[in-house]
């Protein structure tokens, strides 16, 4: 089953009011497992930075204008994706952005139902909790350190350790205990531990046992035991 962890970074809150990307990261997923391969771009928004966004991402003016303009990276985006599944933080938001942008190029949306919302998954596990990457990082213990400002390659490496608790740990089947003891490498992870075989404990009535059930039959009238 292969999954595309994805992340934007943009201008602003909405696309409705001109903000634009200016980041995309991807990252692929094979069996809910990360294979190494990574899609990722800067994007020049075309359009100023706000000082709030500055601030979150740390992407300047400056910086952008060095890079392309979406329409030059959407073919390799796209070619990247596939038709995999998503799996994204708060999906109404990046979804939103990507198809604001390929509606400029004319370009068909990606549905929404073609996303997994983390966001959903984690209100679903601990409700009431605070469900943003960075406390289901903590509840996880996964490190942040790499985290200074919010980056879509950063963010989606997190977010594809944070889906994976989510469904259930590192090891989300049992079955795969059972492969991985039976497999053909079984012999490779060492010997086993010798098996003690245990001598059977004795089950026989003892003398003072045998007394007290014969003084009881003596009590009963004909006793089954003594046909």
Request: hydrophobic share 40%.
């Amino acid at each position: 089953m292969r999954e595309i962890v994805l992340d934007t970074e943009t201008t602003g809150l909405s696309p409705h009011d001109g903000h634009r990307i200016v980041e995309i990261g991807c990252l692929e997923l094979i069996n809910h497992v990360p294979t190494g391969r990574e899609f990722h771009t800067y994007v020049n928004p075309e359009r100023d930075m706000p000082i709030e966004a500055y601030r979150v991402h740390g992407l300047s003016d400056e910086f952008l204008r060095q890079h392309p303009v979406f329409a030059d990276v959407v073919e390799g985006f796209l070619a990247f994706v596939g038709e995999a599944i998503f799996v994204i933080h708060n999906a109404e938001f990046d979804i939103g952005f990507l198809n604001a942008e390929l509606a400029r190029l004319e370009r068909p949306a990606i549905a929404i139902s073609r996303a997994i919302d983390t966001i959903h998954l984690a209100r679903r596990r601990y409700p009431g909790a605070q469900a943003s990457l960075d406390a289901l990082c903590r509840r996880f213990d996964i490190d942040l350190s790499g985290r200074e400002k919010h980056g879509a390659l950063v963010d989606c490496t997190l977010l594809a350790q944070v889906y994976l608790e989510l469904l259930g740990g590192k090891q989300p089947s049992l079955g795969l205990a059972s492969d991985a003891a039976s497999g053909p490498d079984r012999e490779e992870q060492g010997p086993s531990a010798p098996i003690v075989v245990r001598e059977p404990r004795p089950h026989a009535a003892s003398e003072a046992e045998v007394a007290a059930h014969a003084a009881f039959l003596e009590k009963l009238r004909d006793p089954i035991w003594r046909r």
